[in-house]
């Protein structure tokens, strides 16, 4: 009876400690979180931060930011979400795979054994950008009238998904008579990010290089850039990347005013499909044939403020710019 009596009492404070500790859980509510303004924005990236002010009386188990293209995104219906942790205080998220030139809507989450709360939701728009058929991305700039490319194009399909040729080997590449790509002296590590790479005419031909909704610009379309710059003799300045970093000494004249970022890609040649130029030439096809074996082009030089306009063989490996449609 003694012990009865002791282990009843003992019993029942276990109880209560067992029902208090479910009366907490019971009583928990979803978290409270805030969603701070998004920062360093890019054609597909962004920064933004959350912060967890009460974990509403049960642990955060998750927290992170979701994102999406229409409004009041949740974990379970988003076109992005991350993944940054538990517990209360505040975090940093890095959204990426964003859409270039697109409003996207974003709230941060955070989940405990009641549920997910939210964040108010922020509104922020990528900045205008083109994507290839590769999921390379590409700034673009406005000059006048046109829209550009602010980087030469590195594509190795065509916008129908089809592969576009990789001809390293000289000899093939002068008997070429069909649409190709080649990297500067084959070395794709060093020059494709800075430069893109070098098509020959039947490559642009196809009508199928440029990404959707854009093209290689005609022989038109560049005097409509040039005219608008001024006097071809002395616009190559407003066009080339400043400075020496990718030109060589001197890089007359250059101020890149306009943006377009023009780099010296160099160029490889028809005839035996040798590299040369590199630092010291840009040339760009157009997409206007001048002769049967011919088309226009424009070049620019390290060593002057000019912008040519002549005429070679389709088989030669130059660098490529896009304009929108």
């Given at each position: 009876?003694k012990?009865?009596?002791?282990?009843?009492?003992?019993?029942?404070?276990?109880l209560?400690?067992i029902?208090?500790?479910?009366?907490?859980?019971?009583?928990?509510v979803?978290?409270?979180?805030?969603?701070?303004?998004v920062?360093a924005i890019t054609?597909?990236?962004?920064?933004c931060?959350?912060n967890?002010?009460?974990?509403g009386?049960a642990?955060?188990?998750?927290?992170?930011?979701v994102?999406?293209?229409?409004?009041?995104?949740t974990?379970?219906n988003n076109?992005?979400?991350?993944?940054?942790?538990?517990?209360?205080g505040?975090y940093?998220?890095?959204?990426?795979?964003?859409?270039?030139?697109?409003t996207h809507y974003v709230r941060?989450y955070?989940?405990?054994?009641?549920?997910t709360?939210y964040?108010?939701q922020?509104?922020?728009?990528?900045l205008?950008?083109?994507?290839?058929?590769d999921?390379?991305?590409?700034r673009?700039?406005?000059?006048g009238t046109?829209t550009?490319?602010a980087?030469?194009?590195k594509?190795?399909?065509?916008?129908?998904g089809?592969?576009?040729?990789?001809i390293?080997?000289s000899?093939?590449?002068?008997?070429?008579t069909?649409?190709?790509?080649?990297?500067?002296?084959n070395?794709?590590t060093?020059?494709k990010?800075?430069y893109g790479?070098?098509?020959?005419w039947?490559?642009?031909?196809?009508?199928k290089?440029a990404?959707?909704?854009?093209?290689?610009p005609?022989?038109a379309?560049?005097r409509?850039?040039?005219?608008?710059?001024?006097?071809?003799?002395?616009?190559?300045?407003k066009?080339?990347e400043?400075g020496?970093?990718?030109?060589a000494?001197?890089?007359?004249?250059?101020?890149?005013?306009?943006?377009?970022?023009?780099?010296?890609?160099?160029?490889?040649?028809?005839?035996y499909?040798?590299f040369?130029?590199?630092?010291?030439?840009?040339f760009?096809w157009?997409?206007?044939e001048?002769?049967?074996?011919s088309a226009?082009y424009?070049?620019m030089?390290a060593?002057?403020?000019?912008?040519t306009?002549?005429n070679?063989?389709k088989?030669?490996?130059?660098?490529v710019?896009?304009?929108?449609?």
């Amino acid at each position: 009876m003694k012990n009865q009596r002791l282990i009843i009492p003992l019993l029942l404070g276990i109880l209560l400690f067992i029902t208090a500790g479910c009366k907490k859980d019971d009583d928990a509510v979803k978290p409270t979180i805030t969603t701070e303004q998004v920062t360093a924005i890019t054609t597909t990236t962004a920064t933004c931060s959350g912060n967890i002010t009460n974990d509403g009386g049960a642990p955060v188990t998750a927290c992170g930011m979701v994102w999406g293209t229409t409004e009041n995104p949740t974990v379970d219906n988003n076109t992005g979400i991350t993944t940054d942790g538990t517990g209360t205080g505040s975090y940093t998220s890095n959204l990426t795979g964003l859409t270039p030139n697109t409003t996207h809507y974003v709230r941060a989450y955070a989940t405990n054994s009641t549920g997910t709360g939210y964040g108010n939701q922020q509104t922020f728009t990528t900045l205008d950008g083109v994507i290839d058929a590769d999921g390379n991305v590409y700034r673009v700039i406005t000059i006048g009238t046109q829209t550009w490319m602010a980087e030469n194009l590195k594509t190795t399909h065509y916008n129908d998904g089809t592969e576009i040729p990789n001809i390293t080997d000289s000899n093939e590449w002068v008997a070429l008579t069909s649409g190709a790509y080649c990297w500067y002296n084959n070395d794709e590590t060093t020059y494709k990010d800075t430069y893109g790479a070098l098509y020959n005419w039947y490559a642009v031909n196809t009508g199928k290089l440029a990404p959707t909704g854009w093209h290689v610009p005609t022989d038109a379309e560049w005097r409509v850039l040039i005219d608008y710059l001024g006097d071809e003799r002395e616009v190559s300045g407003k066009l080339k990347e400043s400075g020496i970093t990718h030109w060589a000494n001197p890089n007359f004249a250059a101020t890149n005013e306009t943006g377009f970022t023009a780099l010296p890609g160099g160029y490889r040649e028809y005839q035996y499909g040798a590299f040369d130029g590199i630092g010291n030439t840009g040339f760009w096809w157009s997409a206007t044939e001048s002769v049967n074996n011919s088309a226009w082009y424009r070049a620019m030089f390290a060593v002057s403020s000019i912008v040519t306009t002549p005429n070679y063989f389709k088989g030669n490996g130059f660098s490529v710019r896009c304009i929108r449609d």
